[in-house]
């Protein structure tokens, strides 16, 4: 299933909460997490980390992965840590009012 607009960023954000990563580990994270169910385009997670490093969110820096290669890591920074309260929250609470919506039943 496709991912709603403006829930890339927050899930991003999420997955960094937990240990700095780079794009192939964040991928993989929110998949798993999904059980499979959301998957995430390369070229859209590489948009989502410009446009969140730009934000200040998160920060970059060159590392060396378990596998010997070169990759960005990134790392949540406080503001980023701030946009995850309010967002996510925000996100939540709009998605339980879709749930009302679409679980309601005929009177």
Do not use: C
């Not at 959301?38 to 997670?45: E, I």
């Amino acid at each position: 299933m496709a991912l709603l607009r403006g829930t890339l960023d927050v899930l991003v954000v999420k997955t960094l909460s937990w240990t700095p990563m780079h794009a192939f580990e964040i991928a993989s994270w929110i998949e798993e997490r999904s059980d499979g169910r959301v998957v995430v385009d390369d070229a859209a997670l590489l948009q989502a980390l410009h446009r969140i490093e730009e934000r200040k969110l998160v920060r970059a820096a060159w590392g060396i992965t378990k596998n010997g290669r070169r990759a960005r890591y990134y790392e949540l920074t406080a503001a980023g840590r701030e946009f995850l309260r309010t967002e996510s929250g925000r996100l939540v609470d709009h998605f339980d009012a879709l749930s009302n919506i679409l679980n309601a039943k005929r009177s």
